[in-house]
């Protein structure tokens, strides 16, 4: 709320009045904002960042998406849905020519966790996209293996891996799947 206060300022200038209740916290004000994207990020808890994630990677923001993601599972949100999603943010819409020798060492490096994590779809998920991408980088590999793991994954999650991998799934997997 904007209130003059004539006798504090002679210049007429407006006074800024927020109320808000307990644990409220006003991010920003103004009297307009135009062609603008907006984020406010505040403390935000690991459960959080980790949801403004998988938001911002489904809207297509792949590098913010991997930004929150990355710092949920540092700050110790670390499942393997988190992974899962993680990891479709960081392959979004690349290629594998895209990808660096870190970005395949993260990925072996994840591929060979996997086990850490509690046997549920997540992690089916997880080792589906895992041995995708691994095995797309062999020119002479068998897309058997990975049809299989593809098949293993619920179909939401096969219809996002497919989204988020169609330019690293290739040959003979791309005309099964």
């Known amino acids: 709320m904007t209130e003059y206060d004539a006798t504090a300022n002679t210049d007429s200038y407006p006074r800024v009045n927020n109320e808000n209740g307990p644990g409220a916290v006003v991010g920003i004000q103004a009297e307009q904002i135009h062609n603008s994207h907006i984020h406010i990020e505040q403390g ?3 459960a959080t960042k980790y949801a403004n994630g998988v938001r911002c990677l489904h809207n297509g923001w792949r590098d913010l998406a991997r930004t929150f993601i990355r710092e949920a599972i540092g700050a110790g949100y670390d499942t393997a849905e988190t992974q899962y999603h993680g990891l479709l943010a960081l392959l979004c819409n690349r290629s594998l020519r895209e990808l ?8 072996e490096k994840l591929d060979g966790s996997i086990a ?10 997880l080792a ?5 991408v ?11 293996a990975e ?28 005309d099964q799947v």
């Open 44 to 46: 935000e808890d690991p």
């Open 100 to 107: 660096s020798a870190q970005d395949f060492h993260e990925i």
């Open 116 to 125: 850490k994590y509690p046997k549920d779809h997540w992690r089916d998920a």
């Open 128 to 132: 589906a996209i895992c041995t995708l």
């Open 134 to 144: 691994l095995a797309q980088r062999d020119t002479t590999a068998d897309s058997a």
């Open 147 to 174: 049809l299989e793991a593809l098949r293993k994954v619920s179909e939401a999650q096969y219809d996002q891996i497919i989204d988020h991998l169609q330019h690293i799934i290739r040959g003979g997997l791309k």
